[in-house]
């Protein structure tokens, strides 16, 4: 049988993630460093856990609402409505999802009609592109610059917007890039977004690693834009806890519900402990996070400062936990530099080209390990680029 003849056409033609191929490379390798998963090093805080225990053990073990439990998500407002400073009713305008990217491919597919074009910049997340075109969506990128900080300008957005744009995806701050946006961008990049009626998908997942002292600033809170945007955002980056899969969605309570729909054939609810757990993450874990994001910029200072002196030159990225270093000046495509660092000197790290045509020549880097190994990759990757 013809397999290549079953396989939807939209399906068949997304390439495999570049990470996770490159990482199957790494499997299996005795003393690699991996500078590669955008995982956080640190253990879910205990407190969490144990509140993820408790629920279990008092037999929390059933379904929820489709959109959540309500204490999570009165929970989420009051969060949302501190740190984003959007006001959104805890139990028409939160939906629970699991995880971000769950809460993408729904958004995406209750906005999107086929041939509907979404934008996005580039280098990006590498499910972006591949989330577009499985919602029969088309996807435009728009290429961000190195000078610029990878950050998305209102002149270049312009230049992409067509009659038949109808979604605008934004990630601040960026992976892979750790870009930023400040407020007179996003001011304008609203402008637009309002003239030409376009909807707002904003991924906020790491708006809590902000460093520097900057201001972190949501789409969603500035005029006229929280009734055009969907703001997502999740627990696995600040709160360390990738495992427990939950993210969740604000937004006008119409898109809400279309939203809902999906997720309630599709995954019906996000797991109750999880959910449990995040409760007690929003009520409780800050400090947790403030201390796992001073050893985050600390790494990130140690890491722009070598590769720099190594002749790599990196932007110093105003947030998450990547940096992006630049080699074209090796002569080397950014897979064959990772592929030759890997095989030569044990060190993984993602070719840039993974996250689209705009990130060749560039490789993601990723601090979410410990020190004594960002070291020995920095000692191994300074060697390695001597010898090129």
């Not at 009609?113 to 029969?136: K, Q």
């Amino acid at each position: 049988m013809d397999y290549s003849q079953k396989i939807a056409r939209q399906i068949a033609g997304i390439p495999r993630s570049g990470i996770r191929d490159f990482f199957e490379l790494v499997q299996g390798r005795e003393g690699v460093i991996s500078l590669g998963v955008g995982e956080p090093d640190f253990t879910t805080p205990w407190h969490i856990r144990e509140a993820a225990i408790y629920a279990l053990e008092k037999g929390h073990t059933s379904y929820t609402s489709n959109l959540g439990l309500p204490a999570l998500r009165k929970s989420i407002a009051r969060y949302v409505g501190d740190f984003f400073h959007v006001e959104y009713d805890a139990l028409t305008e939160v939906l629970v999802t699991v995880g971000v990217s769950e809460a993408i491919d729904i958004a995406l597919r209750a906005l999107v009609n086929p041939g509907d074009e979404v934008i996005y910049h580039e280098p990006c997340y590498v499910s972006y592109s591949p989330s577009i075109v499985m919602a029969y969506g088309t996807a435009v990128g728009v290429h961000t610059r190195k000078r610029d900080g990878f950050s998305l300008k209102p002149e270049e957005l312009a230049k992409a917007i067509t009659p038949k744009s109808r979604v605008l995806m934004l990630n601040f701050p960026t992976n892979p890039t750790g870009a930023t946006a400040n407020r007179e961008d996003l001011e304008g990049i609203a402008k637009l977004c309002i003239e030409h009626d376009i909807f707002v998908l904003t991924d906020e997942i790491y708006s809590e690693l902000r460093y520097d002292g900057g201001e972190h600033v949501s789409i969603a809170a500035l005029p006229g834009m929280k009734e055009r945007t969907i703001l997502l955002h999740g627990f696995s980056k600040a709160f360390a806890m990738t495992g427990f899969r939950l993210g969740y969605a604000c937004a006008p309570q119409p898109i809400t519900e279309a939203m809902m729909k999906i997720h309630q054939y599709s995954m019906l609810c996000a797991p109750i402990v999880s959910q449990m757990a995040a409760i007690e993450a929003l009520e409780n874990g800050a400090p947790e996070v403030a201390k796992m994001r001073e050893a985050y910029h600390q790494r990130r200072d140690f890491l722009v400062k070598r590769l720099n002196q190594m002749g790599l030159g990196c932007h110093s990225p105003g947030g998450a936990f990547y940096v992006f270093p630049d080699i074209r000046g090796t002569g080397l495509s950014s897979k064959d530099f990772a592929m030759r660092l890997l095989e030569e000197e044990g060190v993984a790290a993602v070719p840039g080209s993974a996250f689209g045509t705009s990130g060749e020549g560039f490789l993601r880097c990723c601090y979410a390990t410990g020190f004594d190994d960002l070291k020995l990759a920095m000692d191994k990757m300074e060697r390695f680029v001597g010898r090129l």
